[in-house]
Structure formats: structure tokens, C-alpha cells
């Protein structure tokens, strides 16, 4: 029974794994079918990841332990249960509450977190001695690291217009802004390149057996 299991299943990876990849050719109801069980899997998965992990440990395990001890847990329960009055339309405005409350506490927690690791440590990586190593390799890293931070900034400078000798680090900024990009968008093509070739590796190895 197990082989006949696994056999299933890899037909079903295999069925929904071309319907995906039909979309190429153009859109069709077995795209959109592999698209909507999709979708509803993951938030079905979702919502009992989010019961049986956050919810029932966090919550309910803890009120029928020590309900009194903690009873300021009903807060957040009460809010989350305002956020289900979303989905009648007479009852949905009790909803902007707590959307308003989780909105800007992740707004503030972001914004410190962020602060931190994309303004500061990003700053005091950059205030280096290039030429503490003496390895040339690193020199030469440590320098084009800060010019091309120097320039990147400079040019969105917009105070004064961006002609004669300053358009010089400005157009350097541009070509070290283009290598950024490139490389990110390098590495994103590479990233969905992986994903490819593995399902093909699927199709091909485990699925029709062609490829080990």
C-alpha cells in the first residue's frame, strides 16, 4: 500500500508540475486549477501551522493552565476574533482596529530593526581602514566598497544640479547602482534557475526514469 502511495503521489507532483508549466504556452484551466489548489493548500497549511504552533502553546495551553495568571491573553485573542468580523460586511469596520494595532507595532519593530542592520551597521562597515590589511586584494575590495558607497549616495543628491565636475562621481554611482542590480537580479535568474532544474530532475529521474 505504501508503494502504491508514493507512486500516486509522484503522478500528482508530476500532473500538477506540467500544469504549471503550461502557463508557458498560454493560459488554461489546468494552470488555473494547479494555481487555485495551490493556493488553497497553503493557506490551509498555514492555519494549522498557526494553531497547533502559535495559537494552542501560546494561548489556549496557557488560559487552561493559569487562566487568572494569565488573563491578559485575552487582549490579543479578543482582537484576533475582531479581525474575523472582516469577513461579514455589517461587522467589518471592527476589524480596522486591530489591523491598526498590528500595522503599526510591525511598522515600529521594523523600523528599529531596519534602522540597525540597513542604516547603521551598513554606515560603520563602510568606515574602514583600507589599507590596515596589506593584502592588495583586500585594498583594492575596501576601496571600491567605499567609493562606490560615496558615489551611490551621491548621486541621489538632488540639491544642486548634477553638471561639470559634478557629474563625475554621479555617473560613477550610476555604474556601481548598474552592478548592484545586475548582480541581484543575477542572482534571482540563478535562484529560479535552481528551482527549474529540479523539477525537471523530478520529471525526468524520478517520474519518468529516464535520468538517476
Not at 506540467?18 to 508557458?24: D, E, N, T
Not at 469596520?93 to 500595522?103: D, G, H, K, N, Y
Not at 592588495?136 to 576601496?143: A, Q
Not at 561639470?164 to 535568474?189: D, E
Amino acid at each position: 500500500m505504501s508503494g502504491f502511495m508514493t507512486v500516486l503521489g509522484i503522478w500528482i507532483a508530476a500532473f500538477f508540475t506540467l500544469s504549471i508549466f503550461s502557463f508557458l504556452y498560454k493560459d488554461n484551466p489546468f494552470y488555473k486549477f494547479a494555481e487555485q489548489v495551490f493556493v488553497g493548500l497553503s493557506a490551509a497549511y498555514w492555519l494549522v501551522y498557526i494553531y497547533y504552533s502559535i495559537m494552542l502553546p501560546n494561548l489556549f495551553s496557557k488560559l487552561a493552565a493559569d487562566f487568572s495568571g494569565n488573563i491578559i491573553l485575552l487582549i490579543p485573542a479578543g482582537l484576533g476574533l475582531l479581525m474575523l468580523m472582516r469577513l461579514h460586511p455589517k461587522t467589518q469596520w471592527l476589524s480596522r482596529f486591530p489591523l491598526a494595532i498590528m500595522v503599526g507595532t510591525t511598522a515600529g519593530i521594523s523600523l528599529l530593526r531596519h534602522m540597525k542592520s540597513d542604516i547603521l551597521q551598513q554606515v560603520a562597515a563602510t568606515m574602514i581602514n583600507p589599507f590596515a590589511s596589506g593584502q592588495p586584494s583586500v585594498i583594492i575590495g575596501n576601496l571600491l566598497l567605499i567609493i562606490g558607497t560615496i558615489t551611490g549616495i551621491f548621486f541621489f543628491y538632488f540639491s544642486k544640479k548634477q553638471e561639470g565636475i559634478y557629474k563625475i562621481p554621479s555617473k560613477i554611482g550610476i555604474w556601481f547602482l548598474m552592478v548592484s542590480f545586475g548582480a541581484t537580479f543575477g542572482y534571482t535568474v540563478m535562484a529560479r534557475i535552481s528551482l527549474l532544474i529540479g523539477r525537471l530532475e523530478f520529471l525526468l529521474g524520478d517520474w519518468l526514469h529516464l535520468i538517476k
